[in-house]
């Protein structure tokens, strides 16, 4: 705001950018709605409620979370086949330096 600008172009100003801020949420808001009613819809269509809906989407989740801990288990039962492959070279090279006999 400069100096010469007077004090209530200065509030209409504002005024402005909070409407506009205002309709932008609004905006958002219907969109928010419109996408749950649309949701809705097609749950009512495939002839489920919202308590079977609420169970799939916890089942859904449920499952990410098994997904994540089975790739984590089968990286570190890859991580044990390794050290277990280099254990048994490491036995094979030290009992073949000392002639073969174990």
């Known amino acids: 705001m400069s100096d010469t600008e007077r004090p209530d172009v200065a509030a209409f100003r ?7 801020h205002l309709g932008d949420e ?11 009613e649309t949701q809705l819809r097609a ?12 169970r799939l989407e916890g089942l859904e989740q449920e499952n990410a ?6 790739a984590t288990a089968a990286g570190r039962a890859q991580a044990m086949l390794e050290r ?4 048994r070279q490491q036995d094979e090279r030290s009992a073949g330096g000392a002639g073969g006999e174990r």
């Open 14 to 20: 504002e005024l402005e950018q909070l409407v506009r």
């Open 26 to 36: 609004l905006a958002n808001f219907r969109r928010r709605a419109l996408q749950a």
């Open 43 to 54: 749950v009512e269509a495939r002839g489920t409620s919202i308590g079977d809906l609420q």
């Open 65 to 70: 979370v098994l997904r994540s801990r089975m």
């Open 84 to 87: 277990v492959r280099f254990l």
